[in-house]
């Protein structure tokens, strides 16, 4: 799909505000146009909008997906590490690559949106800092899950895993973890330590930034940082003129029931020409 090299384009399906059939009909379509990855959200409740819109769980979602598609990269952008038990989101995403033929990924983060955590009953912790220590604790089980290490937790730790370990291991021989953030004291030091892939969304500005901090987290733990995919994520509205594209941006904006002034100054919307946002590929990319 990429005529640019070391470029990938992978797309995010949001799941809110839609049927079962267009959603499913949509992950088919992007299979054959040949993107390389498939993704979707972790949200139990819309978060665009009014958050009670009609939305559909992640990894079911993905389940389904795995037998519509044949070549698509599969994950979650990202989960929410607050929801399940990490052995759990190990067996998911092992049970996943199976289904797909060796294509999963292990999407996760920190988790944020309050409101779908209280509602359902689900910790939300004491601030964003505890949950990042959740998630290293999390990821680091997760990996060594999918290695088809033993997992014991020493005591104190949130998780509580005894002489845990996982059959039938992943097919593919290091199933990648995507992890999602860009905070610079907590999320990047995780992503030096575990990640396989990074997934991090700004101006092209704050994305060189959080690289060149990212690459200092893992000097300190003694990781190649040129192991770790550099992902950003972008909300793309392309029409032939920009003012085409704003429109569809608007009327985009009113079927998900949110108004523009609360994006209109939300830099992960790529609103132009296809020239325009190739442009902005290309110097991420750089």
């Given at each position: 799909?990429?005529?640019?090299?070391?470029?990938?384009?992978?797309?995010?399906?949001?799941?809110?505000?839609?049927?079962?059939a267009?959603?499913?009909?949509?992950?088919?379509?992007v299979?054959?146009?040949?993107?390389d990855?498939?993704?979707?959200?972790?949200?139990?409740?819309?978060?665009?909008?009014?958050?009670?819109?009609?939305?559909?769980?992640?990894?079911?979602?993905?389940?389904?997906?795995?037998?519509?598609?044949?070549?698509?990269?599969?994950?979650?952008?990202?989960?929410?590490?607050?929801?399940?038990n990490?052995?759990?989101?190990?067996?998911?995403?092992?049970?996943?690559?199976?289904?797909?033929?060796?294509?999963?990924?292990?999407?996760?983060?920190?988790?944020?949106?309050?409101?779908?955590?209280?509602?359902?009953?689900?910790?939300?912790?004491?601030?964003?800092?505890?949950r990042?220590?959740?998630?290293?604790?999390?990821?680091?089980?997760?990996?060594?899950?999918?290695?088809?290490?033993?997992?014991?937790?020493p005591?104190?730790?949130?998780?509580?895993?005894?002489?845990?370990?996982?059959?039938?291991?992943?097919?593919?021989?290091r199933?990648?973890?995507?992890?999602?953030?860009?905070?610079?004291?907590?999320?990047?030091?995780?992503?030096?330590?575990?990640?396989?892939?990074?997934?991090?969304?700004?101006?092209?500005?704050?994305?060189?930034?959080?690289?060149?901090?990212?690459?200092?987290?893992?000097e300190?733990?003694?990781?190649?940082?040129?192991?770790?995919?550099?992902?950003?994520?972008?909300?793309?509205?392309i029409?032939?003129?920009?003012?085409?594209?704003?429109?569809?941006?608007?009327?985009?904006?009113?079927?998900?029931?949110?108004?523009?002034?609360?994006?209109?100054?939300?830099?992960?919307?790529?609103?132009?020409?296809?020239?325009?946002?190739?442009?902005?590929?290309?110097?991420?990319?750089?």
């Amino acid at each position: 799909m990429s005529s640019t090299p070391g470029v990938k384009l992978g797309v995010l399906l949001w799941s809110q505000g839609t049927d079962w059939a267009s959603y499913e009909r949509s992950a088919s379509r992007v299979d054959e146009l040949g993107y390389d990855s498939l993704w979707t959200w972790d949200h139990l409740y819309a978060i665009f909008g009014d958050p009670y819109q009609p939305i559909f769980e992640g990894w079911m979602s993905l389940a389904a997906w795995a037998k519509v598609t044949k070549r698509v990269q599969l994950g979650l952008l990202v989960g929410a590490n607050t929801f399940r038990n990490p052995g759990l989101v190990a067996k998911l995403a092992t049970t996943l690559d199976h289904l797909s033929d060796g294509r999963a990924a292990l999407g996760i983060g920190g988790a944020w949106f309050e409101l779908e955590h209280t509602a359902h009953g689900i910790e939300f912790g004491s601030g964003f800092g505890q949950r990042l220590n959740w998630l290293d604790e999390s990821v680091g089980a997760m990996r060594a899950l999918l290695d088809g290490e033993e997992v014991s937790s020493p005591p104190g730790g949130r998780y509580q895993f005894d002489s845990l370990r996982h059959e039938p291991l992943p097919i593919q021989a290091r199933l990648p973890i995507m992890i999602g953030g860009s905070g610079e004291r907590k999320t990047l030091r995780t992503v030096a330590k575990y990640a396989d892939q990074w997934n991090a969304m700004g101006s092209i500005e704050k994305l060189r930034h959080k690289d060149g901090v990212l690459r200092s987290h893992c000097e300190a733990v003694g990781r190649d940082p040129d192991e770790i995919e550099r992902t950003v994520g972008c909300k793309p509205i392309i029409r032939d003129t920009e003012a085409e594209a704003q429109k569809v941006w608007e009327a985009q904006m009113a079927h998900n029931r949110t108004p523009m002034t609360d994006v209109a100054e939300d830099d992960t919307f790529w609103v132009g020409t296809a020239e325009q946002l190739a442009e902005r590929m290309i110097a991420c990319r750089e």
